[in-house]
């Protein structure tokens, strides 16, 4: 049977002797010889330490499908993180099998043959004319050493676990089963310890990321004639994103004033005033889908003010406290709550805040001025291992490897009357990504300055 083709708006009629015409006369799709990906071997040993943990059981593990953006326009597509740590490649549509023996398969929609049938001419989704060429059987198998098969050939609809809601086809095709979310678990808390081969992927993000925010500061100057400068540096950032990986990890914060009192602003649509701090975080994801996850606050005049320098100065300490609980052994909450009592003695010492600094912990009033958690882990995604259990991840304890951020922050509403004016609308976070080694932790966005000494002198050579 063959598969109804995705020919969209922009579609013709095509005549029989069109279709002729179009099936000869090709020189051949293959331009190079392609060789194994570099994640290959360390793909292997996940895939192979995922069928030790479910011995004698099937195991389905999607790439996710294409998402409609608007109409017939698609978002770029992306693989699940759990697929792409199993396989390293990055095809919509395509399922990993590992079956009750060990062996592991993946199945795959190869790009069609020009002999064949209209598809790659005609789908707008699939075809090579239209979305590039996808690797053949052959290619695929030399590309991601695993045995390779073709999608229409992947039989379901006895026992397996799946990772459910990746693809919606998988999941209707296979029982659910009560094994279902602790496949889930396993797949988040595998990625918890990074290899080798991870953490040089991260580090590459990391430092293109240093090199995203000195685009940035150097294009002040242009930016600031925009009204909507927090754009146009959105748009730098990004530039530098596409050039040395993949795209943006995330949408890039860029929040000046008091747009920096959102956690979360990615309108980015504000102007930029020289007496506001502008609050960047943003990270650059590899092209093996890693990404970095940085955040600066910095003036916009290059110099802050007494009362800007004042907040800053606090979370820096916050920060610094909190990096240096980092090493194997140590309880993963245990760098939040050491940024947490910095920043509630400095509310006291500023007299925002009354009680002692254990009653300001127990009764959790500091949170009003900084909201959330100082850090998560990093990896394939930006909050890396979020389906991992509690015991494991968030109550566990850090072990070398593992790869985190550290971000404190102040965020001192407009409107909140508690403050006195001149702290209302500044928000401040210093985000860095650090690796677990065997007797602490190494500062892997060490490339990006810290203290405002060193910011003011930072925006300064680069002005």
Request: aromatic share 8%.
């Amino acid at each position: 049977m063959t598969e109804p083709l995705n020919t969209g708006s922009h579609d013709l009629p095509v005549t029989d002797e069109l279709a002729a015409f179009m099936r000869t006369g090709w020189a051949g799709t293959r331009t190079a010889q392609v060789s194994a990906k570099p994640i290959a071997p360390w793909a292997a040993k996940r895939r192979a330490a995922l069928a030790q943990r479910f011995p004698g059981e099937r195991l389905v593990i999607p790439a996710g499908t294409l998402k409609v953006r608007s109409n017939d326009s698609d978002y770029r597509f992306r693989p699940h993180s759990a697929y792409s740590y199993l396989t390293g490649a990055s095809e919509s549509d395509d399922v990993l099998v590992i079956e009750p023996s060990g062996e592991a398969v993946l199945y795959v929609r190869p790009r069609a043959p020009r002999e064949e049938g209209q598809e790659f001419y005609r789908d707008r989704r699939y075809g090579e004319f239209w979305a590039g060429p996808r690797p053949d059987l052959a290619e695929a198998a030399e590309l991601y050493q695993v045995e390779c098969a073709h999608i229409r050939d992947l039989e379901l609809g006895g026992p397996a676990r799946v990772l459910r809601g990746v693809d919606a086809t998988v999941d209707a095709r296979v029982p659910r089963g009560a094994g279902d979310t602790e496949l889930e678990s396993f797949l988040a808390e595998m990625r918890l310890v990074k290899d080798e081969w991870e953490v040089g992927e991260l580090q590459s993000a990391v430092d293109a990321t240093v090199r995203g925010f000195e685009d940035v500061v150097r294009a002040l100057p242009q930016a600031f004639g925009h009204p909507r400068g927090e754009r146009y540096l959105e748009g730098v950032f990004g530039l530098r994103s596409r050039l040395e990986g993949n795209a943006s990890g995330y949408d890039s914060i860029v929040a000046s004033g008091a747009h920096a009192c959102v956690l979360h602003w990615i309108r980015n649509d504000g102007a930029l005033d020289p007496a506001d701090l502008l609050l960047l975080d943003a990270g650059v994801e590899a092209d093996t889908l890693y990404t970095a996850d940085v955040t600066r606050t910095f003036p916009l005049s290059g110099r802050f003010s007494a009362v800007q320098r004042q907040a800053y100065e606090l979370v820096y300490e916050a920060q610094t406290a909190a990096i240096a609980t980092l090493r194997p052994g140590a309880r993963f909450r245990d760098f939040h709550l050491a940024a947490m009592r910095v920043i509630c003695d400095g509310l006291r010492d500023w007299g925002l805040l009354k009680d002692s600094t254990d009653t300001l912990m127990e009764t959790g009033l500091y949170r009003r001025y900084t909201l959330c958690s100082s850090g998560h882990m990093l990896g394939l995604d930006v909050h890396d291992c979020a389906k991992s259990r509690a015991e494991v991840y968030l109550d566990g304890v850090l072990e070398e490897g593992n790869v985190l951020t550290v971000e404190p922050g102040l965020y001192f509403q407009p409107d909140d009357l508690t403050l006195p004016r001149e702290l209302r609308g500044i928000g401040i976070r210093i985000e860095d990504d650090l690796v677990i080694t065997a007797d602490g932790a190494t500062l892997m966005s060490s490339g990006l300055p810290r203290h405002p000494d060193e910011i003011e002198s930072w925006m300064g050579a680069l002005s």
